[in-house]
């Protein structure tokens, strides 16, 4: 009994937003959105990295819809933004709905599990991000056709229990800075950008995006926060260095450059000095 009273309190700080966080959103919201990324980045530093931590509490995917102690690099960006774009971190909520469901309708079946198909496009869609990556120098748009039959022969078809009918289908596209404009993005990437590293095209693949962290400003140097296999955890990346691993390391599934979302203010956030109460 005791030690199930115990399982359960871990499991509910778990959902807790953690002071130095919120105080993190709180410092920071009468800064530009660029800088708030920044801010609210920072604490999250050190937390351990798990593959696919969150679910929907329910059903299919039972994990939590939220926690605080541990991410990977997808709910990781999707935490910092729903905290960066609200007014209140007791309102995040309502955006993080947003960036993760479709019509932030909280299911397995709604949820944007796929990157090129479903969370680029839908969020780009909705005004949480723009397309920067043309902005930032000379593109290339990498194209991918979405079949029955490509899902089908995936091996990895099988970890997502979806209907054949709730796989994405069409063609999607994806603005690319080719690998070799590494100068280009440590010149003009702005600080609070995602970056979404981009793979080369595989036939028997659906996929083309394998990673997403948030770039920042800190020291007059470019960094990449993300959670990441490397270390378990989240951590920041001198930007410079990481694009250098990209390019000399021998993948088996090549790094063919990278595509920029900019997070878009979703209202009037400016407080008086008064108001401000936390």
Same mark, same amino acid.
């Given at each position: 009994?005791?030690?199930? !009273?115990? *399982?359960?309190?871990?499991?509910?700080?778990?959902?807790?937003? =953690?002071?130095?966080?919120?105080?993190?959103?709180?410092?920071?919201?009468?800064?530009?959105?660029?800088? &708030?990324? /920044?801010?609210?980045?920072?604490?999250?530093?050190?937390?351990?990295?798990?593959?696919? =931590?969150?679910?929907?509490?329910?059903?299919?995917? =039972?994990?939590?819809?939220?926690?605080?102690?541990?991410?990977?690099?997808?709910?990781? #960006? /999707?935490?910092? !933004?729903?905290?960066?774009?609200?007014?209140?971190?007791?309102?995040?909520?309502?955006? @993080?709905?947003?960036?993760?469901?479709?019509?932030? #309708?909280?299911?397995?079946?709604?949820?944007?599990?796929?990157?090129?198909?479903?969370?680029?496009?839908?969020?780009?869609?909705?005004?949480?991000? @723009?397309?920067?990556? =043309?902005?930032?120098?000379?593109?290339?748009? #990498?194209? +991918?056709? !979405?079949?029955?039959?490509?899902? +089908?022969?995936?091996?990895? @078809?099988?970890?997502?229990? !979806?209907?054949?009918?709730?796989?994405?289908?069409?063609?999607?596209?994806?603005?690319?800075?080719?690998?070799?404009?590494?100068?280009?993005?440590?010149?003009?990437?702005?600080?609070?950008?995602?970056?979404?590293? $981009?793979?080369?095209?595989?036939?028997?693949?659906?996929?083309?995006?394998?990673?997403?962290?948030?770039? $920042?400003?800190?020291?007059?140097?470019?960094?990449? @926060? %993300?959670?990441?296999? *490397?270390?378990?955890?989240? &951590?920041?990346?001198? *930007?410079?260095?990481?694009?250098? $691993?990209?390019?000399?390391?021998?993948?088996?599934?090549?790094?063919?450059?990278?595509?920029?979302?900019?997070?878009?203010?979703?209202?009037?956030?400016?407080? %008086?000095?008064?108001?401000?109460?936390?």
């Amino acid at each position: 009994m005791i030690l199930s !009273l115990l *399982l359960s309190a871990h499991a509910a700080e778990q959902w807790i937003l =953690p002071p130095k966080i919120r105080s993190a959103v709180m410092s920071s919201r009468n800064m530009d959105i660029g800088r &708030r990324m /920044e801010v609210v980045s920072r604490p999250f530093i050190g937390l351990p990295y798990v593959l696919d =931590p969150m679910g929907e509490s329910f059903g299919v995917d =039972p994990d939590p819809l939220i926690r605080y102690d541990a991410f990977d690099c997808l709910t990781y #960006v /999707e935490e910092v !933004l729903a905290l960066s774009l609200s007014f209140s971190p007791d309102s995040a909520d309502i955006n @993080r709905e947003q960036l993760r469901y479709f019509g932030g #309708v909280i299911h397995y079946r709604t949820r944007k599990h796929f990157m090129l198909s479903q969370w680029i496009p839908d969020n780009l869609e909705k005004g949480f991000l @723009r397309d920067i990556t =043309p902005e930032l120098g000379e593109v290339e748009v #990498v194209e +991918k056709s !979405l079949l029955p039959e490509l899902w +089908k022969k995936w091996k990895l @078809r099988d970890k997502y229990k !979806l209907a054949d009918t709730d796989l994405p289908q069409g063609d999607f596209h994806l603005n690319v800075l080719p690998l070799n404009q590494s100068s280009v993005l440590l010149e003009k990437i702005p600080n609070g950008a995602l970056l979404i590293v $981009v793979r080369r095209d595989d036939r028997n693949n659906p996929l083309l995006v394998s990673h997403i962290g948030i770039v $920042v400003e800190k020291g007059g140097r470019k960094w990449i @926060r %993300h959670a990441t296999t *490397l270390g378990k955890r989240i &951590r920041q990346d001198r *930007l410079d260095k990481y694009i250098a $691993v990209m390019r000399r390391t021998r993948y088996k599934w090549p790094v063919v450059g990278f595509s920029v979302l900019f997070p878009l203010e979703q209202g009037p956030r400016h407080l %008086h000095a008064d108001e401000i109460t936390e």
